[in-house]
């Protein structure tokens, strides 16, 4: 028997769905599902023990502009966690946890093919709290003797997906999306319906691994995937030096800027990461992500 909490999210559906078929499948989510609860505010009373658990509740990534927003990331991603695990314990622990992370955990804004090795450095609120929450269930999974399985993902592909992917498939629909300086930096992304067929096989083993689609492309590769995927024009582009005074614009108009240096500088720098360590120990095996854009209609 599995639970999976996060059942109503992207990748929750995915898991779901890739699942169903072999395995005995339980929820929790906010709204609907075997158990409705929002776990930062109550410790689940389960009527059943289970032997996964595939932890993928949490708050998404976003950037919170007041304190109130700061803190929900630590309610929901550290305090949700702890009452998920006491849960746990008041009915039986699992043989095998397997949390979804992210690479946000390791706080950098650029760089190439960062390793599992990396110490997580992360400053922001979202980044924090992942990195809280990997300490809390890799310590209570060594306590209680289970196989514990952290898996930090980068963008997230696949079927109507969320986050800066979907605002970009968006903007490509509706006409306005632009590549910078020719989109030539690299980002690092892998499809959901991958990681959730590779979860039963890593769960056996555990660890902390990196998962891409070992690609890394860039922003023209991908705005073209998804254009001809759409039908659309190719994406415009702005050259760098007119990008960067946008940039600096944004900086002097403050927060409700939609653009400014900080963002001008991520969306030009390579920020890619390292899979090498699941490819080998565990044979993650996974699909190109300009391949998938090409023949799926989403």
Not at 124 to 132: A, H, T, V
Not at 191 to 220: C, M, Q, R
Request: hydrophobic content about 40%.
């Amino acid at each position: 028997m599995i639970l999976i909490t996060g059942i109503s999210g992207f990748l929750g559906k995915s898991i779901t769905k890739a699942l169903e078929n072999n395995y005995e499948l339980f929820s929790l989510s906010r709204t609907y599902g075997d158990y409705k609860i929002s776990l930062e505010k109550e410790v689940p009373k389960f009527v059943q023990s289970f032997d996964m658990v595939i932890h993928a509740a949490g708050k998404a990534h976003s950037v919170p502009k007041t304190e109130s927003e700061r803190k929900q990331f630590y309610d929901v991603n550290v305090i949700g966690t702890e009452n998920l695990l006491r849960g746990l314990e008041n009915k039986g622990v699992p043989k095998e946890f397997v949390f979804i992370s992210s690479v946000s955990v390791y706080g950098q804004e650029f760089g190439i093919e960062i390793k599992e090795e990396q110490m997580p450095q992360a400053k922001d609120p979202y980044g924090l709290s992942k990195i809280k929450a990997e300490i809390l269930i890799m310590e209570w999974c060594k306590k209680h003797n289970v196989v514990c399985t952290i898996l930090r993902l980068p963008l997230l592909a696949g079927e109507n997906p969320p986050g800066n992917l979907g605002a970009m498939i968006k903007a490509i629909e509706k006409g306005y999306y632009f590549n910078i300086g020719g989109g030539k930096a690299r980002k690092s992304i892998v499809l959901s319906e991958d990681v959730a067929n590779f979860i039963p096989k890593v769960a056996k083993i555990g660890g902390v691994y990196n998962l891409t689609d070992g690609f890394h492309p860039d922003f023209y590769e991908l705005s073209m995937a998804i254009s001809r995927q759409k039908h659309k024009k190719a994406p415009y582009n702005i050259p760098v030096f007119i990008a960067r005074m946008i940039g600096f614009v944004g900086d002097m108009l403050g927060e409700k800027a939609p653009f400014n240096s900080s963002k001008f500088k991520k969306i030009t720098s390579d920020l890619t990461f390292d899979d090498s360590k699941a490819r080998e120990i565990i044979g993650w095996k996974p699909q190109s992500v300009l391949e998938y854009f090409e023949r799926k209609v989403f």
